[in-house]
């Protein structure tokens, strides 16, 4: 069985003000945001309270163990994250702390993969993790600027996490796109 552990979520970032002659020339400089793209079917429900991810976001950022490691990070989200703060976020944390409920998928190059959902029936800044399973995790496409895959609770069914929370997940995504963050933190 897979090892639970809880993620607290820090604060949220607040982006300064920037110039718009400097915001154009910086926006050629780097590479486009990535594109959203829907979440098909993506949905998420604690405790009887349901999300629906609607948006998704593809990113490479630094294995959490390996620096050295490139890990293909999908974002899905109930709403539109804002594509200035999505452009101007240098960090993992600094894109993941732009949305509060959230369902994280990391894929690292060795197939091996894990996920991260933050529902508000967590507590404020908590999230629930765990690693893919062979039974839960259908992969998909996973190459440069492309992932898809699906992720579900075990046996497409309501399962107890933390002990006490009810938990029920199917997140079916496909999403392109890349943006490239220098590191986790």
């Known amino acids: 069985m897979a090892r639970t552990s809880v993620v607290l979520v820090l604060a949220a970032l607040t ?7 400097f915001a154009a020339a910086e926006k050629k400089a780097k590479k486009p945001a990535p594109a959203p793209a829907a979440a098909s079917g993506g ?7 349901t ?7 593809l990113f490479q950022a ?14 899905l989200v ?7 703060k999505l452009e101007a976020a240098k960090t993992l944390r600094e894109v993941l702390d732009l ?22 029936s967590f507590g404020p800044g908590m999230c629930y993790s765990t690693g893919l399973a062979a039974f839960t995790w259908t992969p998909g496409v996973k190459e440069d600027g492309h992932a898809s895959g699906r992720v579900q609770s075990f046996g497409g069914k309501e399962e ?26």
């Open 15 to 21: 982006a300064l003000p920037v110039s718009p002659s």
């Open 62 to 75: 630094p294995d959490a163990f390996k620096a050295s490691q490139r890990n293909s990070v999908v974002l």
């Open 43 to 49: 949905t998420v429900r604690v405790d009887g309270k």
């Open 78 to 84: 109930p709403q539109p994250v804002d594509k200035a």
């Open 99 to 120: 949305t509060k409920e959230r369902v994280v998928v990391e894929l690292p190059p060795d197939g091996s993969g894990s996920i991260s959902i933050c529902h508000e």
């Open 160 to 185: 107890t996490v933390l002990e006490t929370r009810k938990l029920l997940f199917d997140v079916t995504f496909d999403v392109k796109g890349q943006k490239s963050v220098a590191a986790r933190r």
């Open 51 to 57: 999300v629906t991810l609607a948006h998704g976001y």
